[in-house]
């Protein structure tokens, strides 16, 4: 048995309690993936973020929820930079690079503020039975916006995108996920992210919930960055397409008590979109997890 430091940070907000929390564990050179698997359970947060080594980057990350291991996490990746800068070991450059199984990301941090990279978006139309994917969201055909299409996407990590009609339904949201990978046939592994466009704060643009696929250990991601970056390149694709360029505000958490927001960065580029995810993040705590 061993044990290590875990730090906590609140991501996607600058208020302790509110945003999406992550635990980061500052050298996990020596652990292995158990270990690793162990201390997320133990710490069961959606996501804990491992720092390692690496021969093609400043620093690796590895990412793991409850119950299994992800390729890349926004928010998790946020807090990693937050505390390494608090306690001044971040590399002291413009672009800081950082290898994770979905590639090498680059990262910018200034003025209190992370800005990373996404993978360029992906989607896959979602061609199962709409009536069945609603009900396990709590939720029936009606709450369905159908201008819209239902769509898997991806900038790093896939998840469903289901445009909802209004925003009062997000309250009345109860997720089935046992139902999830039986609906999710051609991608059964994955999580759902309901959004729309009416919000509270009027200065957001999107308004969404994420709950996660039932092999994660987990049941709702409070503010998610990798589905707000995917989100971002859904509005510049089936929304409002045609602009050169989109600075969008991601409102998520309010149902649940942790109110956060993710700022969204959209480029047409001439071969595709260009997205980009920024935030801020609070330090709540350290505390050591057993393994």
Same mark, same amino acid.
């Given at each position: 048995?061993?044990?290590?430091?875990?730090? %906590?940070?609140?991501?996607?907000?600058?208020?302790?309690?509110?945003?999406?929390?992550?635990?980061?564990?500052? *050298? &996990?050179? @020596?652990?292995?993936?158990?270990?690793?698997?162990?201390?997320?359970?133990?710490?069961?947060?959606?996501?804990?973020?491992?720092?390692?080594?690496?021969?093609?980057?400043?620093?690796?990350?590895?990412?793991?929820? +409850?119950? %299994?291991?992800?390729?890349?996490?926004?928010? &998790?990746? =946020?807090?990693?930079?937050?505390?390494?800068? $608090?306690?001044?070991?971040? +590399?002291? #450059?413009?672009?800081?690079?950082?290898?994770?199984?979905?590639?090498?990301?680059?990262?910018?941090?200034? @003025?209190?503020?992370? /800005?990373? $990279? $996404?993978?360029? +978006?992906?989607?896959?139309?979602?061609?199962?039975?709409?009536?069945?994917? =609603?009900?396990?969201?709590?939720?029936?055909?009606?709450?369905?916006?159908? /201008?819209?299409?239902?769509?898997?996407?991806?900038?790093?990590?896939?998840?469903?995108?289901?445009?909802?009609?209004?925003?009062?339904?997000?309250?009345?949201? #109860?997720? *089935?996920?046992?139902?999830?990978?039986?609906?999710?046939?051609?991608?059964?592994?994955? !999580?759902?992210?309901?959004?729309?466009?009416?919000?509270?704060?009027? #200065?957001?643009?999107?308004?969404? /919930?994420?709950? !996660?696929?039932?092999?994660?250990?987990?049941?709702?991601?409070?503010?998610?960055?990798?589905?707000?970056?995917? =989100?971002?390149?859904?509005?510049?694709?089936?929304?409002?397409?045609?602009?050169? &360029?989109?600075?969008?505000?991601?409102?998520?958490?309010?149902?649940?008590?942790?109110?956060? /927001?993710?700022?969204?960065?959209?480029?047409?580029?001439?071969?595709?979109?260009?997205?980009?995810?920024?935030?801020?993040?609070?330090?709540?705590? $350290?505390?050591?997890?057993?393994?």
């Amino acid at each position: 048995m061993g044990s290590v430091a875990v730090l %906590h940070w609140d991501v996607f907000s600058q208020e302790i309690d509110k945003g999406n929390p992550a635990g980061v564990v500052l *050298d &996990a050179e @020596h652990l292995t993936d158990n270990d690793m698997q162990h201390i997320a359970k133990e710490v069961g947060f959606n996501e804990t973020s491992f720092i390692v080594s690496s021969d093609v980057a400043d620093f690796g990350v590895r990412y793991f929820t +409850p119950g %299994h291991e992800m390729n890349v996490c926004g928010h &998790a990746t =946020m807090a990693v930079c937050f505390a390494l800068q $608090q306690l001044e070991q971040l +590399p002291e #450059k413009e672009t800081i690079t950082i290898e994770t199984k979905a590639g090498i990301l680059p990262v910018e941090m200034a @003025h209190n503020v992370c /800005r990373m $990279q $996404q993978a360029a +978006p992906r989607f896959s139309p979602f061609e199962g039975e709409k009536v069945s994917l =609603m009900a396990s969201i709590g939720l029936t055909i009606e709450d369905l916006d159908e /201008r819209l299409p239902i769509t898997y996407g991806s900038t790093g990590i896939w998840t469903l995108l289901i445009p909802i009609r209004s925003l009062t339904a997000f309250s009345h949201m #109860k997720p *089935d996920q046992e139902k999830f990978p039986s609906i999710l046939t051609d991608m059964p592994r994955v !999580s759902v992210h309901p959004f729309c466009v009416e919000t509270f704060d009027p #200065k957001a643009d999107m308004h969404a /919930r994420h709950f !996660s696929s039932p092999f994660s250990g987990t049941v709702e991601d409070p503010v998610t960055g990798t589905a707000s970056g995917v =989100m971002g390149a859904y509005y510049a694709r089936y929304i409002h397409p045609g602009a050169e &360029a989109y600075e969008l505000v991601v409102e998520q958490g309010q149902e649940i008590g942790r109110d956060g /927001r993710v700022f969204v960065h959209v480029k047409n580029a001439k071969t595709d979109l260009s997205v980009a995810i920024s935030g801020t993040a609070m330090f709540v705590k $350290q505390w050591n997890s057993s393994y």
